[in-house]
């Protein structure tokens, strides 16, 4: 099976940066995703790292090491409106299947 | 295009009741799932297709079923309705995951379960 942590909750300050963890034991890694959800919404795409190394999206970037089976989703300049859950989700693809496996999430909150 | 859409958006039903819920999506997308998300347990995987006539388990089947007669629809059926099935459900659609594309997820707005 897969076992993904990341951390409950988070607090930052508007203008900020934060950093969001998530590690992974898994068999079968194929790539690992970030979703954003707000309360009461579908979650949205954020980024899909496949390889070691960083990448970056305007004011989010992610970073995945398969070696260490960690990744990070870091924001920058943040804003009241990315108070949300941010979700890791990691990809398996093995002969028994082609599936993702989300983490619990964190919950974001931006404060003033 | 309406990109994935679920019906219904809320619904109640009594412990031992089956219904079905509808998901459809007009992307062309060969790969989608149905996730249920409970507080402090994160999204779940209960099925999942690879493509029409496709489907294969996730996390939680049990007390599901799913089948893939079109490349559009993928609906789930609650066989008997039990309180643990309360929850929030999600149906998704992606280009294989991994292939061209990323296989981003798109997600549907969700379907909110009470059984009683």
């Known amino acids: 099976g897969q076992n993904i942590d990341q951390p409950t909750e988070m607090t930052a300050t508007e203008g900020a940066i934060v950093q969001i963890n998530c590690t992974y034991q898994?068999?079968?890694?194929?790539?690992l995703f970030w979703y954003q959800q707000h309360a009461g919404e579908a979650p949205t795409f954020l980024s899909y790292?496949?390889?070691?190394g960083l990448e970056e999206k305007g004011r989010f970037s992610s970073f995945l090491s398969r070696s260490k089976g960690y990744s990070y989703l870091l924001l920058k300049e943040l804003q009241m409106k990315d108070s949300a859950s941010y979700l890791c989700?990691?990809?398996?693809?093995?002969?028994?299947?082609?599936?993702?496996?989300f983490g619990t999430g964190t919950q974001l909150k931006v404060e003033l | 295009n309406a990109g994935v859409t679920q019906t219904p958006k809320f619904q109640v039903l009594k412990t031992g009741q089956s219904m079905t819920l509808q998901c459809a999506q007009d992307?062309?997308?060969?790969?989608m799932s149905w996730y249920r998300q409970d507080p402090g347990m994160g999204l779940r995987l209960i099925h999942y297709?690879?493509?029409?006539?496709?489907?294969d388990q996730g996390e939680v089947p049990n007390g599901y079923n799913v089948s893939r007669s079109t490349t559009e629809d993928f609906p789930l059926r609650l066989l008997s309705a039990a309180p643990s099935q309360t929850s929030v459900y999600f149906c998704?659609?992606?280009?294989?995951?991994?292939?061209?594309?990323?296989?981003?997820?798109?997600f549907g707005p969700g379907t909110r379960l009470t059984v009683t």
């Open positions: 998704a659609s992606s280009y294989s995951p991994g292939s061209a594309g990323q296989g981003e997820q798109y």
């Open positions: 790292n496949v390889l070691d």
């Open positions: 297709s690879v493509g029409a006539g496709i489907t």
């Open positions: 992307m062309n997308h060969e790969y």
């Open positions: 898994t068999s079968g890694f194929n790539g």
């Open positions: 989700a990691v990809h398996v693809l093995t002969g028994g299947g082609n599936k993702l496996t």
